[in-house]
T-cell receptor
């Protein structure tokens, strides 16, 4: 049973470019979460999605960041016009159900470097 | 605001020695508590979790944690560490009805021979 998959594992962008990060949840999981880990810090919640719905985006920056989880295909975290401060590891997690308390299974992360 | 505190940024222990990593959380109704481990360049692996019931929780790789409501703590322990336990350890908290996890800043564990 494949775990949570994320690609690319490493992504380099120049300032002003767009970054697209993909996450395929575990089989049977319809709940996806995105977290960001800045250097030397813990993970910070960004957004929680179910298929075709954003449930909680309270951790998303107000500008340049967006997320989707379409009916078919992976979840996408999109960062427009990247800046150096966006350099971080972005982790996706999935769970079979929501409601709080569910174990979230994490992917290996995408490490974004903005030059 | 919810918070999770891991007071020790870095801990060094000898191989074979016992280990305790501290975690304190701000009180919330029905807290769900987790310990994850992250090896360099890797994702997070769940070690154990506490939802309810027995306050001493057994996890993988010989780890255990004890939930103490009176102290708002959920410390991770292992009686004898192995060199392969060197990694970053994160404590996290969730709440009933709220899916997002709040993470501590992590404790980096170094093992010396």
């Amino acid at each position: 049973n494949a775990g949570v998959m994320q690609n690319p594992r490493h992504l380099v962008r120049r300032r002003g470019q767009e970054a697209r990060l993909r996450c395929s949840p575990m089989k049977g999981h319809s709940h996806v979460y995105w977290y960001r880990q800045l250097p030397e810090e813990g993970l910070k919640f960004m957004v929680y999605l179910q298929k075709e719905n954003i449930i909680d985006e309270s951790g998303m920056p107000k500008e340049r960041f967006s997320a989707e989880f379409p009916k078919e295909g992976p979840s996408i975290l999109r960062i427009q016009q990247v800046v150096r401060g966006d350099s971080a590891a972005y982790f996706c997690a999935s769970s079979p159900r929501g409601g709080g308390g569910e174990t979230q299974y994490f992917g290996p992360g995408t490490r974004l470097l903005v030059l | 605001a919810q918070s999770v505190t891991q007071p020790d940024i870095h801990i060094t222990v000898s191989e074979g020695a016992s280990l305790e990593l501290r975690c304190n959380y701000s009180y919330g109704a029905t807290p769900y508590l987790f310990w994850y481990v992250q090896s360099p360049g890797q994702g997070l692996q769940l070690l154990l979790k506490y939802f309810s019931g027995d306050t001493l929780v057994q996890g993988i790789k010989g780890f255990e944690a004890e939930f103490k409501r009176s102290q708002s703590s959920f410390n991770l322990r292992k009686p004898s560490v192995h060199w392969s336990d060197a990694a970053e350890y994160f404590c996290a908290k969730g709440n009933f009805g709220n899916e997002k996890l709040t993470f501590g800043t992590g404790t980096r564990l170094t093992i010396i021979p």
